[in-house]
């Protein structure tokens, strides 16, 4: 593992036939050209595994493919697109193929060409996509300011019941008032944070688990690329005037704060807006004033940062002094910058790759053939439609006596009525007691309660010392027993909120 480098692949537009041209992050050595493919789109270069590499012409309607050590493209595929494409992404394994053309997604097979669906939710040109680190959902943004979470499953096979629902997004969020230019997710999958830039100089960072915006951090100037380190700790930008920026994640305010003016924090519903002073930013500063940063990576490390932009050089910098280390000229204006961890020996003719491309791209949806799909027997029967995640309530750590608390929390997350709630008993009346109840049933005890007449019954009992011991505590009891429910209505409260969220922002019709 020794000769294992980091290899920055970087695509220019420029008049000589070099698409992309790969080096050696490190020494800045040449390892491997590729040529043919005219200048690559922005946000549409990929790489298949160690195998291939994958661009999309500026201005024909053409997908490139070349084998990882051959500069030459394949002869054998004509990688043909239903118009020119504005951004593409992959998914993590190959499988899918996503690309944004004007205003609609097209989705293929890799291995077969088929078509397998069309997306038309966006108004106006799409300019970036990306999928999530397991490649279950994917995300599109466009000139409209419109961010849409996808779910591939749904999107690639509908359910045959008549509705749209594989043609919906899963989340729309229409908070950025122009164009987003670019967006970064976390690890997690679904789970994870969506971070995104636009010209509106907001970056805006999501919670796709709830499909709520958590903070909106407002730069000086409009924004083209974003990265975040593997952490989630720090979050960097490129901006248009020829500077990027770092935001640590721990300097937003945790705190509610009135005076805008003096705390630059202002609270929007759920989420916070956190304004940077011009002053007070923490800038990279060494490429052209005036240029915009297009894109930006980091090393697998994080401790170095490489940026690219309009002004015809990658700068590698070091993230905690934020000095210019280096600077790499290139031959015209980067579109695209990525890094990838490989040994050189896969650019060597020796190295051979499979043939994972069956046919061409279709330029039309295939029909469905039966021999895409398995049979399979279920005995239990699921409902209709995308189902949302059940909240699980037994890892909450309540005292035993609240169990009836917790059950009844669980049937209203399962939204079942309260008479057919049937609370397990045993489970309530074999709950430890505490000691002082145990002191205090003792006393009551040793009361002898058959020696009362009946009319001195209630004052002799009452004014009994282990009595009156009995009452206090069970007022006691009852105040705590208050206060939890207290807290668990407040919860409930919130839950049905965060889950109600997601429902309007899907529903929710953007106005031309």
């Known amino acids: 593992m020794g000769d294992v480098v980091e290899a920055l692949f970087v695509s220019a537009c420029s008049e000589e036939n070099t698409t992309c041209s790969v080096q050696d992050l490190r020494t800045g050595t040449d390892l491997m050209k590729y ?23 500026t201005m024909k309607p053409l997908l490139h493919v070349w084998p990882i050590n051959k500069q030459e493209q394949m002869s054998s595929l004509r990688f043909v697109l239903p118009g020119k494409a ?59 300011g419109a961010v849409l979470v996808w779910d591939l499953t749904f999107s690639i096979a509908p359910l045959d019941n008549g509705s749209q629902e594989g043609s919906e997004p899963l989340y729309s969020f229409n908070d950025h008032g122009l164009a987003v230019t670019d967006l970064h997710t976390g690890i997690g999958g679904i789970r994870s944070y969506l971070y995104t830039v636009s010209l509106d ?31 989630e700790t720090s979050i960097y930008v490129g901006s248009a005037e020829g500077k990027a920026f770092v935001f640590n994640n ?17 609270y929007h519903g759920l989420f916070q807006e956190y304004h940077l002073e011009e002053e007070k930013v923490q800038a990279f500063i060494g490429h052209t004033v005036g240029k915009p940063i297009t894109s930006l990576a980091l090393t697998m490390n994080a401790k170095q940062m490489v940026s690219a932009g309009d ?24 579109t695209n910058l ?29 029909p469905p053939d039966p021999n895409d799909y398995i049979d ?28 009836r608390i917790l059950q009844k929390m669980h049937h209203i997350n399962l939204g079942e009525d309260d008479d057919a709630i049937n609370f397990n008993e045993e489970t309530l009346e074999s709950s430890e007691q505490s000691p002082k109840e145990k002191d205090v049933l003792s006393d009551v005890g040793d009361f002898d309660c058959d020696n009362i007449e009946e009319e001195d019954y209630g004052e002799a009992f009452t004014n009994a010392p282990s009595v009156q011991k009995l009452i206090a505590e069970n007022r006691r009891l009852k105040k705590e027993n208050e206060i939890v429910v207290e807290a668990m209505g ?7 909120k965060n889950v109600k969220a997601p429902e309007r922002n899907r529903k929710k019709a953007r106005k031309n």
């Open 35 to 57: 040529k043919g493919g005219g200048n690559a789109q922005h946000h549409s270069l990929a790489m298949l595994g160690l195998n291939y590499v994958l661009a999309a012409n």
């Open 376 to 403: 399979m027997l279920i005995t239990t029967e699921y409902p209709k439609g995308r189902g949302k995640p059940k909240r699980n309530f037994n890892k909450c750590n309540l005292h035993p006596e609240n169990n």
């Open 86 to 144: 504005n951004a593409m992404a992959l998914t993590p394994d190959g499988a899918y193929l996503i690309v944004g053309i004007q205003e609609n997604i097209y989705i293929w097979h890799m291995n077969t060409g088929r078509m397998l669906n069309t997306l038309s939710k966006h108004y106006q040109a799409i300019t970036c996509l990306r999928f999530t680190d397991n490649g279950e959902h994917f995300i599109s943004a466009g000139k409209d």
């Open 250 to 266: 721990w300097r937003a305010p945790r705190m509610k704060v009135s005076d805008f003016n003096n705390n630059y924090v202002v």
């Open 311 to 334: 002004d015809k050089q990658v700068c590698v910098w070091d993230v905690v002094s934020r000095q210019l280390m280096k600077s790499i000229p290139q031959n015209g204006v980067i």
């Open 490 to 496: 407040k919860y409930l409260a919130n839950q049905s």
């Open 338 to 366: 990525r890094i990838r961890l490989l040994s050189p020996a896969v650019f060597q003719p020796q190295h051979k790759q499979p043939q994972l491309f069956a046919d061409s791209l279709k330029r039309m949806i295939s």
């Open 201 to 231: 100089r907001c970056c805006k960072i999501y919670d796709l688990n709830g499909g709520i915006m958590l903070l909106s951090i407002v730069f000086p100037v409009a924004l083209h690329s974003v990265v975040v380190n593997r952490t």
